[in-house]
C-alpha cells in the first residue's frame, strides 16, 4: 500500500485527537467535570461518543477480517454488538444512572453495601478493560506496519502515548468530545471508499455474490508466508513453490500436493494460478489454537459457537466499563434511554459497512487468509480494486478512520480501568492520583501487546464480552431487578462465572488445548456454560445466605427504578 497519503492521514487524525481534547480540557474546571462530565451530556452528544468508543478495531478491521476467512457465518458478530444495546435499553441503562455510581465497583457497593464486592468488582473491571485494550493496540500496529512496514509494536505505542495523554489531561470532559468526533470520522472513512468499491466491483464483472463458492483466486498471485503454517486440503492443489514444503527445499518448483495437511516454512513463497480455490490454513500443529473463530469449521459443531458468540455478544455489553461509565455521565435515566436509542441506529448504521468490506475481500484479496492478514483486508482493498490516486487517497481515509477507531476505543477503556485504580487500588483519590492511574492502566496491555501476538482483533474483543457477560451481566441483572441478591451471593457468582471464563479465555489465548476438538470448543466459546454458571451462583449462594440481604435494600430499589422527579417529590 501506498504510504504517501496513509501516513499524514494518521497524523492527522492524531493532530485532530490531541486539539479536540484540548478543547475539553479547556472546558473541565471541577473534579466532577474530570470523573463524569459533571453529568450533563446530553442523548445526541453521549450517543455518538458511546458509539465511538464502541466501535473498536473489532468492529473497523477485524469483522471485515472474520467474514473474509469465514464467510456469513461471522455476520452474527455486528448483530450481537449491536443487540447487546437493546438488552441494555431494557434493563440497565436508567436504573445504572439512577444508582448515582461513578463506576461498576460503585454501583455494587452501592447495591449490597459490600467493601470485598466492590474490590472484587474493580479487579474485574481491571481485567476485562486490559483484555479489551489489547487487540486495539495489536490493530494500530497491524495498521502501521501495512501502511509502512514498521515494527508491529509501533502502532500501539503511538496510541498508548495519545491516549494517554488525552485521558490524563482532560478526564471525562475531554474525551467525549473526541470520541463523539472519531464516530462520525469513523462512518464517513468506510462509508465513502465502500461506495467507491462497490461502484468498481460492479464494473469489473465480478461474480455476483462472494459467499456461492469457496474463496479463489481470480488472478495470478504470489503469496509470501510470514510464519510458518500447515496448508489444509480437502483436494490436490497445483502450486509453484519458492521455499521449503513437508521439509523439502524448493526453487520454482511446480508441486501437486495431495489432500491432507502440508506444512509450509516461514519465508516461503507460493504462487497460485487463476482459479485455484484457496485452501485454508492453520498455525503449524495447533489446529488454529488461537482463534475462536476458527476454532470448529464450519461443519463441525457450528451451533455450538454460533450460540457463544450470541450469548457473549447480546449480554457482555451491559458490563462493559467503557460503555456503562458513560452513562453516568447522562443528566437522569430518561437520558441514558434516550441514549441507547439513538446508540442503536449509530452502531447498526456501522455495522452495515465492514461486512462489505470481507465479501470484496473474498473477492480481490483471499490470500491474506494464507498470511494471517485478514484484519488488513480493509485496508488493502482501496489500492486493491482501485489503484492509482484514487486508491492511495481513499486508502489515507481507511488508514484514518481506523487509527480513530483505535484512539477513540482505547480512550474509554482507559478512562474507566483508571478510575478503578484510583478509586479502589491507589492511596489516594485526586485528579492527580487519577493521572497516575492513567499511566497504570496502559503500560499493562502495552506490555502485552509486545508480548502476545497471533489473535485475531475480533477474538480478542469476543473473549472480552465472554468474561463481562460471566461476571457483570449477572451483577448488573440481579442486583437491579432481584431484592434476595446478598454480597456473599454476588461475589461467588463472579468469582464462578467471570473466574471461569477468564480461565478459559487465557487457555485459548496460550493456546491450551491443541488440535481442536470439544475441549477446545468448550474453552474458546466458554459464554454458554460460564453466564450460567454465572447467574446460578449469584441466585443459590443468595437464597443459602437470606440473613445477609443489606439493609436499606428496598430504599435502594426504589432509587433504581423510581424517576428523578418522582423522587424529588417524595422528598419534599
Known amino acids: 500500500m501506498n504510504s504517501s497519503f496513509a501516513v499524514p492521514a494518521v497524523a492527522l487524525v492524531v493532530v485532530a485527537t490531541v486539539l479536540v481534547g484540548a478543547f475539553g480540557l479547556r472546558v473541565s474546571r471541577t473534579t466532577s467535570d ?48 449491536t443487540a447487546g444495546y437493546l438488552l441494555l435499553l431494557l434493563f440497565v441503562a436508567a436504573p445504572l444512572r439512577r444508582s448515582g455510581a461513578y463506576t461498576l465497583p460503585d454501583f455494587a457497593e452501592a447495591r449490597l453495601a459490600s467493601q470485598a464486592v466492590r474490590r472484587l468488582a474493580g479487579a474485574f473491571v481491571v481485567g476485562v478493560g486490559w483484555l479489551y485494550l489489547l487487540p486495539q493496540l495489536q490493530g494500530a ?15 500501539g505505542v503511538i496510541v498508548a502515548l495519545v491516549v494517554t495523554a488525552t485521558v490524563a489531561a482532560g478526564g ?52 509470501r508466508v510470514q510464519d510458518a503454517l500447515a496448508l489444509k486440503l480437502e483436494r490436490p492443489l497445483t502450486v509453484t513453490v519458492h521455499g521449503t514444503v513437508d521439509g523439502r527445499p524448493h526453487h520454482g518448483t511446480r508441486l501437486l500436493l495431495p489432500a491432507g495437511t502440508h506444512r509450509i516454512d516461514a519465508g516461503t513463497r507460493l504462487s497460485f494460478a487463476p482459479g ?33 458468540l450470541i450469548l457473549a455478544t447480546f449480554l457482555g455489553t451491559m458490563g462493559l466499563p467503557h460503555v456503562v461509565v458513560r452513562f453516568y455521565t447522562s443528566p437522569h435515566g430518561v437520558a441514558a434511554r434516550r441514549t441507547t436509542v439513538a446508540v442503536l441506529g449509530l452502531i447498526g448504521a456501522f455495522y452495515l459497512l465492514p461486512p462489505v468490506y470481507g465479501a470484496l475481500g473474498r473477492l480481490y484479496a483471499p490470500e491474506l487468509t494464507l498470511t494471517g492478514d485478514a484484519d488488513a483486508a480493509v485496508l488493502l482493498l482501496p489500492d486493491r480494486m482501485i489503484g492509482g490516486l484514487g486508491g492511495d487517497l481513499l486508502g489515507a481515509l481507511v488508514a484514518g478512520g481506523a487509527f480513530a477507531a483505535f484512539l ?27 493521572r497516575l492511574g492513567t499511566l497504570l492502566a496502559m503500560a499493562v496491555p502495552l506490555a502485552a501487546s509486545v508480548l502476545v501476538g497471533g489473535l485475531p482483533v475480533a477474538d480478542a474483543v469476543g473473549l472480552a464480552f465472554a468474561v463481562s457477560a460471566s461476571s457483570f451481566c449477572p451483577l448488573l441483572v440481579l442486583g437491579i431487578w432481584w431484592r434476595r441478591l446478598t454480597p456473599p451471593g454476588a461475589a461467588a457468582g463472579m468469582l464462578v462465572g467471570g473466574g471461569s471464563a477468564l480461565l478459559a479465555v487465557t487457555a485459548t489465548m ?62 419534599v
Not at 141 to 155: E, K, M, N, Q, S
Not at 186 to 191: I, S
Not at 528 to 555: D, E, K
Open 34 to 81: 474530570f470523573y463524569v462530565a459533571s453529568r450533563t451530556v446530553g442523548p445526541r452528544l453521549n450517543a455518538a461518543a458511546i458509539s465511538g468508543e464502541y466501535l473498536s478495531a473489532a468492529s473497523f478491521l477485524g469483522i471485515a477480517g472474520l467474514v473474509l476467512v469465514q464467510g456469513p457465518d461471522m455476520l452474527w458478530y455486528p448483530v450481537g454488538y
Open 141 to 155: 500496529g497491524l495498521t502501521l506496519t501495512v501502511l509502512t512496514g514498521a515494527p508491529d509494536w509501533l502502532g
Open 172 to 223: 471525562m470532559r475531554s474525551i467525549t468530545f473526541v470520541q463523539a468526533f472519531q464516530y462520525w470520522l469513523k462512518l464517513t472513512a468506510l462509508l465513502v471508499p465502500a461506495l467507491f468499491l462497490i461502484l468498481a466491483w460492479q464494473a469489473d464483472g465480478a461474480p455476483a455474490r462472494a459467499f456461492e463458492e469457496p474463496a479463489a483466486f481470480r488472478e495470478h498471485r504470489t503469496v
Open 276 to 308: 485455484t480455490p484457496v485452501p485454508a490454513a492453520a498455525g503449524p500443529g495447533a489446529d488454529d489454537a488461537l482463534s475462536p473463530s476458527r476454532a470448529e469449521s464450519r461443519t463441525e459443531r457450528p451451533l455450538y459457537a454460533t450460540y457463544g
Open 408 to 434: 477513540s476505543t482505547a480512550s474509554g477503556l482507559t478512562m474507566a480501568v483508571a478510575g478503578v485504580l484510583t478509586q479502589d487500588v491507589l492511596p489516594a483519590r485526586g485528579v492527580r492520583h487519577f
Open 510 to 571: 496460550a493456546g491450551f488445548p491443541g488440535g481442536g476438538g470439544a475441549p477446545h470448543a468448550l474453552l474458546a466459546w466458554p459464554a454458554l456454560w460460564s453466564v450460567p454458571l454465572g447467574f446460578l451462583t449469584m441466585v443459590l449462594v443468595s437464597l443459602a445466605t437470606p440473613g445477609r440481604v443489606p439493609p436499606g435494600t428496598a430504599a435502594v430499589l426504589a432509587r433504581f427504578h423510581l424517576p428523578e422527579d418522582l423522587r424529588t417529590e417524595a422528598t
